[in-house]
């Protein structure tokens, strides 16, 4: 039997704390969801004989008639979760096959789908079998916080050398308001000549949420002045801390304040959970930078699909470009 819930049918059955058990990593929670995609975010799921086998959360929303299906801000994956089962290799692939299979079809139309899936599937067969594309991404991980010795052993000289420097010259603490950490973040982006891609009032929402669960903390470090250099975020649940976000003060930019940070956040998720993921990116800078402490490289996958209407726009955007000399034209999603 399947089974499509809202938001509310969804919490109904969950604890006051919004917590479901049925998840790979705090993204799929329902807190987090409410935080990041108040009213936009659903959930589908497979049941037999009353219990839940598979689960999936999904967000929605509309953009110029189009119905657009992404991963919400600030949430790096998005499920699915499937039960674990034993047997054969052969039968609990085929029963991810099935899983997955009875997800996919109970999903909406969407003119676009796009989303990154948990680390933990590794099988999209059943979603390039019924016409998605996929594709890999990548991020880096600590996956065992018990030896931190280790794990300073692990970083690069650079990165040694360059955390020594800030230590000297800088103070970490970890009672930054919300309103300063995005101020301190927007100067990042501003540097690079992008707007924010998160919004002050859902972030501020979000660390409410955290904090009040006892799930986000905030590192700075500063001079003696009382300059702030740079700021961290990291959230954590029993499995993983993961970086969220974090930026520097460009006229600080050479002090190293932000490698200290990653280290004192490693520091601490130690105490509060098994792994730290760097919840990696694509950019190669910054990838270079998380790799200098030494962790391991880990993929989760990407899946799509588009609609015919929206690959008719696409084509037209293209056709655009080409005549326009290849200039990138100014899209709308």
Same mark, same amino acid.
């Given at each position: 039997?399947?089974?499509?819930?809202?938001?509310?049918?969804?919490?109904?059955?969950?604890?006051?704390?919004?917590?479901?058990?049925?998840?790979?990593c705090?993204?799929?929670?329902?807190?987090?969801?409410?935080?990041?995609?108040?009213?936009?975010?659903?959930?589908?799921?497979?049941?037999?004989?009353?219990?839940?086998?598979?689960?999936?959360?999904?967000?929605?929303?509309k953009?110029?008639?189009?119905?657009? /299906?992404?991963?919400?801000?600030?949430?790096?994956?998005l499920?699915?979760?499937?039960?674990?089962?034993?047997?054969?290799?052969?039968?609990?692939?085929?029963?991810?096959?099935?899983?997955?299979?009875?997800?996919?079809?109970q999903?909406?139309?969407?003119?676009?789908?796009?989303?990154?899936? /948990?680390?933990?599937?590794?099988?999209?067969?059943?979603?390039?079998?019924?016409?998605?594309?996929?594709?890999?991404?990548?991020?880096y991980?600590?996956?065992?916080?018990?030896?931190?010795?280790?794990?300073?052993?692990?970083? /690069?000289?650079?990165?040694?050398?360059?955390i020594?420097?800030?230590?000297?010259?800088?103070?970490v603490q970890?009672?930054?308001?919300?309103?300063?950490?995005?101020r301190?973040?927007?100067?990042?982006?501003?540097?690079?000549?992008?707007?924010p891609?998160?919004?002050?009032?859902?972030?501020i929402?979000?660390?409410?949420?955290?904090?009040?669960?006892?799930?986000?903390?905030?590192?700075?470090?500063?001079?003696?002045?009382?300059?702030?250099?740079?700021?961290?975020?990291?959230?954590?649940?029993?499995?993983?801390?993961?970086?969220?976000?974090?930026?520097?003060?460009?006229?600080?930019?050479? /002090?190293?304040?932000?490698?200290?940070?990653?280290?004192?956040?490693?520091q601490?998720?130690?105490?509060?959970?098994?792994v730290?993921?760097?919840?990696?990116?694509?950019?190669q800078?910054?990838?270079?930078?998380f790799?200098?402490?030494?962790?391991?490289?880990?993929?989760?996958?990407?899946?799509?699909?588009?609609?015919?209407?929206?690959?008719a726009?696409?084509?037209?955007?293209?056709?655009?470009?080409?005549?326009?000399?290849?200039?990138?034209?100014?899209?709308f999603?």
């Amino acid at each position: 039997m399947t089974l499509v819930s809202d938001n509310v049918a969804a919490r109904e059955s969950e604890s006051c704390e919004g917590t479901c058990a049925h998840t790979n990593c705090l993204f799929e929670q329902p807190w987090w969801l409410d935080a990041v995609a108040p009213s936009q975010w659903r959930e589908i799921m497979v049941e037999k004989g009353g219990e839940v086998f598979a689960r999936m959360t999904y967000f929605s929303r509309k953009k110029f008639g189009l119905t657009l /299906s992404t991963n919400p801000p600030l949430t790096p994956t998005l499920g699915p979760w499937l039960r674990p089962t034993e047997g054969k290799y052969a039968t609990r692939l085929a029963m991810q096959h099935e899983l997955l299979g009875e997800l996919i079809e109970q999903l909406p139309n969407f003119d676009l789908f796009s989303q990154n899936l /948990s680390g933990a599937v590794s099988n999209v067969l059943p979603f390039h079998w019924r016409g998605y594309d996929h594709f890999t991404r990548y991020t880096y991980q600590l996956a065992d916080l018990r030896d931190l010795e280790q794990i300073e052993h692990g970083f /690069s000289e650079a990165c040694r050398r360059t955390i020594r420097k800030a230590q000297k010259q800088l103070t970490v603490q970890d009672n930054l308001s919300i309103q300063d950490f995005y101020r301190i973040v927007e100067k990042t982006w501003l540097r690079q000549g992008r707007k924010p891609n998160v919004g002050r009032d859902l972030l501020i929402r979000l660390d409410e949420v955290c904090r009040r669960r006892g799930q986000g903390r905030i590192f700075h470090a500063e001079d003696v002045g009382g300059n702030i250099h740079a700021a961290v975020y990291i959230v954590w649940d029993e499995r993983s801390a993961y970086y969220l976000l974090g930026g520097a003060d460009p006229e600080f930019r050479s /002090s190293g304040a932000h490698s200290l940070l990653m280290w004192c956040a490693i520091q601490f998720a130690a105490e509060v959970t098994r792994v730290f993921d760097f919840e990696g990116s694509m950019n190669q800078q910054i990838e270079r930078f998380f790799r200098s402490f030494g962790p391991r490289q880990a993929t989760f996958i990407g899946v799509r699909r588009i609609s015919r209407r929206l690959a008719a726009l696409t084509a037209v955007k293209e056709l655009g470009e080409a005549c326009a000399g290849g200039r990138r034209l100014r899209w709308f999603f």
